[in-house]
């Protein structure tokens, strides 16, 4: 893909979408990092099923330590993985109160240094709390990079730094949200929707199909 069809690739996406964010549900820095800690091989659905009981008993660092691993583990437990994220989250608690005054740090090496969080989790707060204008790659992203010929990798951070490199930078900032949705609506693991797709003619996935499986042009 080329750079005036990946300007046109994002302006497409902007148009559609001018304000993206994500669709998980917080009021707060620390919320949304406990949110994408907990939105790990989970749905967004379901982490705000679970999140809206829990930020509303536990908004804060501390109250949220105060409620330990099995008080922590009944708000979430129809999560996946729900006893290691409880036991990260009440780690991650502790770690933000004893080293950072409760208050969630704007720094990378500071957020990958907390329980549960890994680089991924880093780029999504440090994009969506703090402006940066980082790319998160998860399994929509990096599906769509590869397919549509975007940025293709073979590792979540290879995809990441080739998206930094040919995301125009006016886009940048949005990049991500505005990926994972496409992903996540229209470019789908096994029923890509690519008759609907506003940046079909574009992509360079050699599988495209209309609704009744015939190969697009």
Sequence with gaps: MNRQQRQQLFARLRAANPEPTTELEYATTFQLLIAVILSAQ??????????RKLFADAPTPQAMLALGEEG??????????YPSKARNVIAACRQLIELHGGEVPPARAALEALPGVGRKTANVVLNTAFGEATIAV?????????????????????????????VPEEFRQSAHHWLILHGRYVCKARKPECWRCDIADLCAWPEKTDPFGAPLP
Excluded at 42 to 51: I, R
Excluded at 72 to 81: D, Q
């Design 42 to 51: 989970a749905t967004d659905k379901s982490v705000n099923l679970a999140t």
């Design 72 to 81: 922590l583990a009944t708000y979430i437990n129809r999560i996946g993985l």
């Design 138 to 166: 998860d399994t929509h992203i990096f599906r769509v990079a590869n397919r549509s010929g975007l940025a293709p990798g073979k590792t979540p951070l290879a995809v990441e730094r080739e998206l930094l490199k040919r």
